[in-house]
């Protein structure tokens, strides 16, 4: 099961005004659930998103950021978000492309708008044909089946390897008004952020123009997913979509200055956090959540590499899932991360309380048996200090296990 996450029930879900959510069965494989989903908007919703930067991205990134590109040149809105499980529609040429458009044309067909007002998303198995023929027969039924307070069944459909559904909301007040803020997210492997992670999707009511949602939503993936990483591996569909529909009574919130920003923005980060934790501790076969904070770099980026270089290390992920501390792999991922001109002699971390490695060399006061007490723990803080500015960064991965090579080695039976 997921590293201390508990997953949500139906109730704690929040339904965001101006949304519904249908799900159905489209059988795009052989198992018996839903695996297709319908996110609408009603007229007047905007949307924004990031993406994957992997070169072989899948078909439906390629039509998301052209028909949001689309939105924004001609004015023309969101309406619907449609989320197929189990094919990834990747490394699929014109014919994926060609598929992907045609959900596309189906859906905007049901709800009387334009297919650029329509954003596809896929996720599943890459190189596979989709079948998209499956899709536009079932997008009826998932139609039919859209409700307000379907975002516990839609965090269900969109699952692949996960082990859990994973949702959040928050409400918060501005100006008078209650704002709310849902989403969903689904991964648990190929996770590694290169603008977000995953697929993610999140709604709230407020009012917010569509230039200042595109500089939110890739903030907001700055400070929660691009701070998850389970295996180093970017996938080829990442994608994490912000939906507005303007539907709660308040004022269009246009301007970055706006006062009211901060709160709505700290509702959409608590959120997106929450989903990208949850992806961390549902990873692969993890057994083990490693919170890895690195502070006292001259900037950012060398913190985020310091903060990598350990997350990723095999031999660091596969000594926690062990709870040996053979910690000299952490040090070895240290000198290993790139950090111009480090020197060893400022450097020092700690597991939790206990400090390992002080100024370059092992601490006196460490003793082995306080560092095992410590990678035994389910949840395991490594701080570094690099002893050289002010900067620094966080970054969230989990353990190495048997059973991340067992899952992914019996992915496409």
Same mark, same amino acid.
């Given at each position: ?194 603008? /977000? +992670? *995953?697929? %993610?999707?999140?709604?709230? $009511?407020? &009012?917010?123009?569509?230039? @200042?949602?595109? =500089? #939110? ?30 539907? /709660? +009574? *308040?004022? %269009?919130?246009?301007?970055? $200055?706006? &006062?009211?920003?901060?709160? @709505?923005?700290? =509702? #959409? ?49 596969? =000594? ?94």
């Amino acid at each position: 099961m997921p590293v201390n996450y508990i997953p949500p029930a139906p109730d704690d879900l929040l339904p965001v005004p101006g949304i519904t959510l249908g799900a159905t069965a489209a059988k795009i494989k052989k198992w018996d659930r839903d695996d297709l989903l319908m996110v609408i908007a009603e007229p007047g919703a905007v949307a924004a998103g990031v993406f994957t930067q992997n070169r072989f991205c899948a078909a439906p990134v390629i039509a998301c950021r052209d028909h949001l590109a689309q939105q924004r040149a001609k004015g023309a809105g969101f309406r619907a978000l449609v989320i197929n499980a189990g094919n990834a529609n990747a490394g699929t040429g014109d014919a994926g492309l060609a598929a992907a458009r045609a959900t596309c044309a189906e859906a905007a067909r049901l709800l009387g708008c334009a297919p650029a007002q329509i954003l596809p998303f896929s996720t599943g198995v890459i190189m596979e044909p989709l079948p998209a023929e499956r899709i536009v027969a079932a997008l009826p039924a998932a139609r039919s089946a859209a409700r307000a307070d379907g975002w516990f069944a839609a965090a269900h459909a969109i699952m692949t390897t996960d082990m859990v559904p994973k949702g959040a909301s928050r409400r918060v007040a501005i100006d008078g008004a209650t704002i709310t803020v849902t989403g969903i997210a689904k991964g648990s492997g190929m996770i590694h952020p290169d603008m /977000a +992670t *995953l697929l %993610a999707f999140i709604a709230t $009511d407020a &009012p917010v123009d569509a230039p @200042l949602l595109q =500089a #939110l939503v890739r903030e907001v993936a700055d400070v929660s997913f691009n701070c998850a990483t389970v295996d180093g591996d970017t996938s080829t569909n990442d994608s994490f979509v912000i939906i507005a529909t303007g539907q /709660a +009574t *308040l004022g %269009a919130i246009r301007e970055r $200055d706006d &006062p009211r920003l901060p709160v @709505l923005r700290r =509702a #959409l980060e608590e959120v997106a956090t929450v989903l990208a934790q949850a992806i961390v501790r549902d990873g692969e076969g993890a057994t083990k959540f490693i919170d890895v904070r690195i502070e006292g770099g001259r900037d950012r980026q060398e913190c985020r590499r310091v903060a990598f270089a350990i997350a990723h290390s095999p031999l660091v992920k596969t =000594a926690f899932f062990a709870s040996d501390p053979n910690l000299g792999r952490i040090v070895c991922a240290i000198g290993n991360a790139g950090a111009d001109d480090l020197d060893p002699s400022t450097v020092s971390f700690w597991l939790d309380d206990v400090l390992v490695v002080d100024r370059g060399s092992r601490a006196a006061s460490y003793r082995e048996v306080d560092g095992q007490r410590m990678m035994k723990k389910d949840e395991i803080v490594v701080r570094v200090d690099l002893g050289r500015g002010d900067m620094q960064a966080r970054v969230w991965t989990c353990d190495f296990s048997h059973d991340y090579v067992s899952i992914n080695a019996d992915y496409r039976s």
